[in-house]
């Protein structure tokens, strides 16, 4: 299958924007045949402060809104010294705030963290604040240790994601028109009380992709760190899915390291970093993103050599015109009606100049 997400493309304004009348399809703009977004977690490298990592992801908000992207996400973590994103809907009111036209949302909010009531009246607030611009993507994974996990839910019990469909269900129903006349939630009103944002369900595995098809959502797959899944977590989504007053027809979209330079040796290094901070991360050690050269001179093991290999392999990085050619590969291959890009480059100026040389690779409307 090879189709656009939204061919009309006579619906961009003199702006080089679309008009944002779906709340979910997004418009293929320039020469990608597919919506194209931005995902960003604020990386805090070791010489940059959390303020400066949040000013360059506002930073590249506003330019990612002047060339053309369609969305970008911040992701909820917790006590990873090199992301400063911990709090996305402090960080979405911001970035909304800096931007006019760009959709701005979760990628995601880990449910099982917060009571249901919370997210829906944070993200109506939003919505209500900059109406027709807000995404909440959930997700069920704490996205930090175990210890803080606990202390996030205030609980010193064992931690379980069996309760998610009971949340999720929870906060669909505060978003939309509330709950039973016999559920002790019945009389609880969630203020403000307007038009909800969209809600997609994000995953790394089959759970979410199939809880996501069986309710009609749209579902955004994390194939930046789980590449092996990605398509039997599409497939399963596909054929669970069930026509809903939100979608009438699947749309899935997928998160993909891309990490564009002037040459593949450049890209390469930028992209060392982040491989690095992912083995570190798994080996239980999280801090701040190393420099690329603290990531070239790095001791690494056999195992940590193959690791590091192996992530390097599912991401995408080289020149503009290779990484084009790989996104469009990766689309026929997974058959998505978007992608959202993710880089978190440990430099500012080579992460913007990424960006900058994805768009004019598909000739976004802002830079040609």
């Known amino acids: 299958m090879d189709t656009v997400a939204n061919p009309d493309r006579a619906a961009l304004g003199a702006d080089g924007h679309a008009d944002q009348t779906d709340p979910i399809r997004g418009t293929a703009r320039g020469r990608s045949a597919v919506p194209l977004s931005i995902l960003d977690l604020a990386p805090v490298g070791v010489e940059i402060t959390p303020g400066d990592a949040l ?18 996400w911040v992701a909820e973590h917790h006590g990873m010294p090199g992301i400063a994103s911990s709090s996305p809907p402090v960080v979405i009111a911001h970035l909304a705030a ?14 099982p963290n917060h009571a249901p009531l919370v997210v829906a ?20 994974a704490p996205g930090t240790d175990q210890g803080t996990a606990r202390a996030l839910r205030r609980t010193s019990g064992p931690l379980s994601v069996d309760d998610f469909p009971q949340q999720l269900g929870d906060l669909l129903r505060f978003l939309g ?40 959502l749209p579902f955004a797959f994390a194939h930046h760190f789980s590449a092996r899944n990605t398509l039997p977590a599409l497939d399963l989504y596909r054929q669970s899915f069930v026509p809903s007053a939100v979608l009438d027809a699947p749309y899935s979209m997928i998160g ?113």
Do not use: C
């Open 177 to 216: 028109d509330g709950f039973p006349a016999d559920h002790p939630y019945a009389e609880v009103q969630k203020v403000p009380h307007g038009q909800a944002p969209p809600v997609w369900l994000l995953g790394s595995s089959g759970f979410s992709a199939q809880v996501a098809g069986s309710l009609g």
């Open 98 to 111: 800096a931007t006019s036209t760009l959709r701005l949302g979760s990628g995601g909010v880990m449910l």
């Open 55 to 72: 000013a360059t992801t506002t930073d590249l908000a506003r330019a990612a809104e002047r060339w053309g992207f369609h969305r970008l």
């Open 256 to 368: 993909v390291q891309t990490i564009a330079a002037d040459t593949e040796e450049e890209a390469l290094d930028l992209a060392r970093p982040m491989a690095l901070s992912m083995l570190r991360l798994r080996k239980g050690d999280p801090g701040r993103m190393p420099s690329p050269k603290e990531a070239r001179e790095y001791p690494y093991s056999k195992l940590e050599q193959g690791i590091v290999d192996s992530w390097l392999a599912d991401a995408i990085h080289g020149t503009p015109e290779s990484v084009r050619a790989e996104l469009e590969e990766l689309r026929e291959r997974t058959e998505v009606d978007e992608l959202m890009l993710t880089a978190n480059m440990y430099d500012r100026t080579a992460k913007l100049h990424s960006y900058e040389l994805i768009a004019r690779a598909f000739e976004l409307p802002g830079v040609v």
């Open 121 to 140: 009246e944070q993200f109506g607030t939003l919505a209500a604040l900059h109406p027709g611009r807000i995404d909440l993507g959930i997700g069920r």
